[in-house]
């Protein structure tokens, strides 16, 4: 496990690589540098500045020594915040981030499951084709329509929460919903499609056999079973909530990692593009690897085949 | 794939009228038509009643008007315009894309095929949605770099089920018989492998315009896609909530026309499956 573990990781930095000279050269194709303002700084004092962090220098050797740096784990420092250095500011904005779309995951999860497996187990009731029905529109509306909408009704109109800011517990409460609301329509339908698929199987019939209430059988013996894809989906789905948040932090005005992005995009920040870049490139990856491992652990037959040294196991799962 | 080719073609027409794929394609149909017609109607997106202002929907203007007292129902019609062109476009683009990538590692195989699928795999896990945003803040202003650039990272899954497919595809008799006739691969591809990928790729190309037209109105609402006076749905969607408050119909009724213009693609997709191949897992 702990081979695989390392394989899988050390797999991940000529990616990364790949992705910081893309990212690099990318950034500075756009038009304009980070010091050309609505206001145009003297010629003098804009000189200077590209001076004091060598953007005066050829190209190729910035690039060098920002790979350097890189190397050591230094992202450089940010042109916007004087003083700060990028990594700072990454890891200060990352938890606020990581928070909301922990709290979203949550919200999908315990929306999304539930509904799918209940569902099931009501296959073909009217309740069924309801949640159905709601899963499917809940899959076409965007997370920018459901937060203004979310937003529009409980803050503005009901006056429950507060439309804007992230300070208090409350304000967590809206934006996580809007995030894991679209995450938890797609859960549900898996849930339920899985959970009509193992219905059918054997060791369901062993347990009512063995007498088992009717209770225990669908949500312990069936639920468990059906969860392997749904652990699948929750990797990219996670991740979906990462990339998902921007606009969400921009709806409700929360001070995250996406409206840094957003904002070092405008501004030809190239230290803070890079970075943000490779901070969510990692994150993915390292996402992704959790899923493969969650997935290999539910499930002993594969457990077994990764302990036992075979590399298949892996690709299986990244595959799916 | 069994039965003869008349069979499957008059079995194949009959579910066409299934309400199932019927009724999404009517409802896209008429919104296209809708959008299309969008200039020869007799309102105009850009002009404004300074006077009249924000105002909620009336016989003058069906859906009001907004801040700046411009008929709404005219904006949803442009919008619409440039967000299914959207759609269409990038969706062309990540099909060229997406079917010569899995056409050429599935056709290819061995050592090849491997690089290019673990090349795939590479590519999935990166951050498409920062990359998009920052080929839109390079490409900025111009409406056609954005299609591509949001068709340009749209092409993964397409790749791979095309690859898949053209594997399968590689082992059956009818392509050996090809190659031992002596066929040129060109003519093998064009005559016998793409022809019969062409329900798959229709199926994963109807889903993929729902998904790009979410990647465009995201990065529109964000102010980074389609710039005004030109407008899409994002860029509505945006506007609206801005001004929810005062306006709400700014808000709902673009989210209403982009989510159930949704809705239908992804009905229209699944439908699409079921027809063309009932045993068609999905992704």
């Known amino acids: 496990m702990l081979s695989f573990l390392l394989k899988r990781a050390l797999a991940m930095l000529p990616v990364l690589w790949i ?48 790979m350097a740096n890189l190397a050591r784990g230094d992202l450089g420092p940010s042109y916007k915040y004087p003083g700060w250095s990028v990594g700072e500011l990454i890891a200060q904005r990352a938890r606020v981030s990581a928070e909301l779309g922990a709290w979203a995951l949550l919200a999908a999860i315990l929306a999304g ?85 193992v219905a059918g199987q054997d060791y369901m019939r062993t347990a009512r056999a063995k007498g088992l ?51 070092s995009a405008f501004d030809r920040e190239y230290t803070m593009i890079c970075g943000t870049v490779l901070f969510y490139a990692a994150a993915l990856m390292a996402l992704n690897l959790a899923v493969e491992v969650a997935v290999v652990w539910l499930n002993p037959r594969l457990r077994r085949s990764v302990a036992g040294g075979g590399g298949t196991g892996g690709a299986e799962g990244g595959g799916a | ?38 200039p020869l109607l007799p309102f105009d997106p850009v002009a404004q009643d300074r006077a009249l202002g924000p105002a909620g929907p009336s016989a003058a203007h069906w859906l009001g008007t907004d801040v700046l007292g411009r008929d709404l129902l005219a904006r949803l019609l442009q919008g619409g315009r440039v967000s299914l062109q959207v759609g269409l476009v990038a969706t062309l683009v990540s099909v060229l894309i997406g079917v010569s990538y899995g056409v050429g590692a599935g056709w290819a195989g061995g050592r090849a095929d491997a690089v290019m699928t673990s090349a795939l795999d590479a590519l999935n896990a990166l951050p498409f949605t920062l990359l998009v945003i920052l080929l839109t803040v390079v490409f900025g202003q111009d409406l056609l770099l954005i299609y591509a650039a949001v068709g340009a990272v749209s092409w993964l899954t397409m790749a791979r089920v095309v690859r898949n497919e053209t594997r399968s595809l590689r082992a059956r008799p009818f392509i050996e018989a090809a190659v031992a006739l002596g066929q040129t691969t060109p003519r093998i591809l064009l005559r016998h492998v793409l022809p019969n990928l062409a329900g798959l790729v229709a199926v994963y190309a109807t889903l993929t315009v729902p998904s790009v037209m ?57 439908a699409l499956r079921d027809l063309l191949d009932p045993r068609a897992a999905k992704p």
């Open chain 1, 213 to 263: 209430s009717e209770a225990r059988v669908w949500f312990v013996h069936g639920l468990r079973n059906a969860l392997t894809p749904v652990v699948t989906f929750l990797g990219p789905a996670a991740a979906g909530l990462l990339s998902g948040s921007f606009v969400i932090e921009s709806v409700f005005n929360i001070p995250g990692l996406g409206r840094l992005f957003v904002s």
């Open chain 2, 214 to 270: 979410l990647t465009e109105a995201f990065v529109s609402f964000l102010g980074l896609g389609v710039r005004p006076p030109l407008t899409s749905w994002g860029l509505l969607i945006k506007e609206g909530a801005d001004a929810m408050e005062e306006c709400p119909w700014l808000l709902v009724f673009p989210g209403a026309a982009f989510s159930a213009t949704l809705l239908a693609l992804n009905f229209l997709g699944d």
């Open chain 1, 113 to 197: 499951i539930p509904a799918g497996a209940l569902a099931a187990r009501r296959h073909g009731s009217r309740l069924d084709r309801a949640l159905t029905g709601a899963a499917a529109l809940g899959v076409c509306v965007p997370a920018f329509v459901l937060g203004p909408l979310l937003a529009l009704v409980f803050a503005l109109k009901l006056g429950v929460f507060n439309a804007l800011g992230w300070d208090t517990a409350g304000d967590r409460v809206l934006p996580a919903l809007a995030l894991g609301l679209t995450v938890a329509a797609p859960l549900a339908r898996l849930t339920r499609a899985s959970m009509l698929e």
């Open chain 2, 1 to 38: 794939m069994s039965g003869t080719g008349a069979d499957r073609d008059a079995g194949f027409a009959r579910r066409l009228t299934r309400p199932a794929f019927a009724l999404p394609a009517a409802f896209l149909l008429l919104v296209a038509l809708a959008c299309a017609a969008g």
């Open chain 1, 19 to 66: 992705v910081a000279t893309a990212v690099f050269f990318l950034a500075r194709f756009a038009p304009g540098g980070p010091f050309d303002m609505e206001r145009p700084l003297p010629e003098h004092v804009k000189a200077r500045l590209n001076a004091h962090y060598g953007l005066d220098r050829p190209l190729a050797e910035q690039y060098v020594r920002y």
